[in-house]
């Protein structure tokens, strides 16, 4: 049976189809509707704006713009609102609520009348929760980002957030930088709307969305300020109707192969550990899963092409003037499945057969040429973690890579917040820091694995440490930094079991992080681990009871895809 367009597509159950057909109508003809609107196809347009979610200043701009674009294609936009995740406004932190925004995202595309939807999202968890919705719902949907921030200056210095964020933070806890500095770089770091202007997690997410095939060519990178970036907004509105006549649904897009060409983009341009998680989510609501001896494979095949920080020097503008994915896509051409298809319908073989007019190779480097010969993440396992961790090795110190030191175990957030900067701080430049009970069902999986250098060692000069925990850290952050333990602490992994003294491995060259501590003795310490206390009740409660780890995404058990 052919599926009802437009607004007499799901009607409201009354037990009586034509009158509700006919109560819908009346209630549309209430918003100023024309009857002729009222026959055309719907796209539904996912808006995000919040007076607490600075990314998304200007989105009210881009439903305009889609809007437009819609309407000349000939169908009619209808706009609604889901959860908003401003990055740094939310406690205890966005990762939490990314799954409650996934849902809202796939039951309102589910329960309201629309035959295709335009998603705009733009700060960290926006982007993955959109996806991961769209990939439930499986209409046809296409992906708007809300672009990159421009940069400031402070002194002849560009910054832009948050890579300088956390460099200047670095250098006032040293004492290279005061207070009043300080305060005065605060008023510089983030001067425009948009997301973080490096390749953090929102900018990474930008580049899959593309490179999966989810957003029209060529429009991650646009700045947020420009005028091309309400052009790709205009232009995803128009192309939302053609899709609605090609019917391509997300999961003819998100395929095993795309979510592989994604994982090369994500090694290419140094991005977020944050995606892997994010990654894996969208991909496990249509049951693809990649091992993380296949991430490594895919690692150590593709090279470092992009030099943008916190990897290398360069900002999201300048991406984007160097030549974009466009350019980073042709580059990794001998890699990718060319068989893919996107939201136009076409393969990623037609795309990149179309001449492209200019690349910087400052910011791109040609294949042959790379910042790095392999990618910039690995996966680790090992008796400290053996389901798993993540290291960014193309944001770490060489020297790091592989070394042993002594434990030195904070037990929580709350720990080290108190003993961090106590100048009595056992620690010596060699030691490894480790964090314990900020994975999800501790703590949410917050942004607190970049463990800061205790400041006695910072004032000394020390700029980088392993760290060790089960949480996460921003992608705009850089450092020798072991994250996404698995199984998290809290629920019996082996990083539970990690006492003041004992030895830690690292060996990046063999993929491995580990506990330098009997078996037994491993067991006897685990036998004593209480796990932290459950909410009782709302949407925290039903958190606690349904996330899962961070190789399968951290998403709800209930809302993972059944392996193909």
């Keep these: 049976m052919t599926r009802p367009q437009g607004l007499d597509n799901g ?60 309407l000349a294609a000939g169908a009619l936009p209808r706009a609604f609102p889901t959860v908003s995740l401003g990055e740094v406004f939310l406690n205890p932190t966005s990762m939490v609520y990314r799954n409650l925004m996934a849902m809202d995202t796939e039951e309102m595309i589910g329960a309201q009348p629309m035959d295709a939807v335009v998603l705009i999202g733009g700060c960290d968890k926006t982007v993955p929760a959109q996806l991961m919705g769209a990939a439930s719902a499986d209409l046809p949907a296409i992906q708007l980002v809300t672009g990159p921030m421009s940069t400031g200056r402070h002194r002849g210095e560009r910054l832009g957030a948050c890579t300088d964020c956390r460099s200047f ?16 770089v605060e008023g ?44 790709a907004a205009e232009e995803s509105g128009r192309a939302a109707v053609a899709l609605i006549e090609r019917s391509i649904r997300p999961s003819e897009v998100i395929t095993e192969k795309s979510v592989e060409n994604a994982f090369r983009v994500l090694m290419s341009v140094g991005g977020s550990t944050n995606a892997v ?28 092409l992009v030099d943008l920080k916190p990897v290398g020097d360069g900002y999201m503008e300048d991406f984007h003037a160097a030549g974009g994915m466009g350019a980073l896509l042709r580059e990794l051409k001998p890699l990718l499945h060319l068989d893919t298809v996107d939201v136009t319908g076409r393969t990623l073989a037609e795309r990149l057969a179309e001449p492209l007019d200019w ?16 990618g910039g993440l690995v996966a680790l396992a090992g008796t400290l973690a053996p389901d798993g961790a993540i290291f960014k090795r193309a944001a770490a110190t060489p020297a790091l890579f592989e070394s042993e030191g002594r434990a030195v175990v904070f037990t929580g957030l ?41 400041r006695k060692l910072a004032q000394a000069g020390i700029k980088d440490m392993v760290r060790v925990s089960d949480g996460r850290m921003s992608g705009t952050a850089f450092g020798s930094v072991v994250l996404h333990v698995a199984p998290e602490s809290a629920i019996g992994g082996p990083l539970a079991a990690v006492r003041n003294g004992d030895r830690i491995r690292l060996s990046v060259s063999k993929k491995r992080i580990d506990l330098l501590v009997e078996e037994a003795e491993i067991r006897r310490r685990l036998a004593g681990s209480v796990p932290p206390p459950k909410p009782k009740r709302g949407y925290k409660a039903l958190y606690r009871r349904a996330v899962l780890q961070a190789p399968e995404g951290c998403d709800f058990d209930f809302l993972r895809g059944e392996e193909a």
Excluded at 188 to 205: D, P
Excluded at 367 to 372: E, F, L, M, T
Excluded at 418 to 447: C, F, K
């Design 277 to 304: 998680i994010h990654l894996a989510a969208v991909a496990g609501r249509l049951g693809i899963r990649v091992s993380n001896a296949r991430l490594n494979a895919i690692s150590d095949e593709t090279p470092v």
């Design 359 to 374: 690349v910087d190779r400052r910011m791109i480097r040609p294949y042959g040429d790379p910042i790095s010969p392999v």
């Design 414 to 454: 709350a720990d080290l917040a108190a003993r961090i900067d106590d100048p009595d701080l056992d620690v010596t430049p060699g030691d490894v820091l480790v964090l314990q009970n900020i994975g999800p069902h501790a703590a949410g999986m917050p942004e607190a694995g970049y463990l800061p250098i205790p």
């Design 169 to 184: 933070w670095a250098k006032y806890r040293a004492g290279s930088v005061d207070g009043k500095e300080i305060d005065t």
């Design 11 to 70: 009607l409201t159950d009354y037990g009586d189809a034509d009158f509700a057909r006919f109560l819908r109508r009346s209630f549309a003809r209430s918003m100023g509707l024309s009857t002729a609107l009222l026959g055309k196809p719907v796209v539904g347009i996912a808006m995000t704006p919040s007076g607490f979610n600075n990314c998304h200043r200007y989105v009210p701009d881009l439903v305009d713009a889609v809007s437009r674009g819609v």
């Design 188 to 231: 510089r770091l983030s001067v425009t709307a948009g997301t973080c202007a490096v390749m953090g997690t929102a900018s990474t997410m930008a580049c899959i969305a593309e490179a999966l095939g989810m957003s029209l060519p060529g429009t991650a990178a646009i700045p947020a300020v420009h005028a091309d970036r309400l052009v």
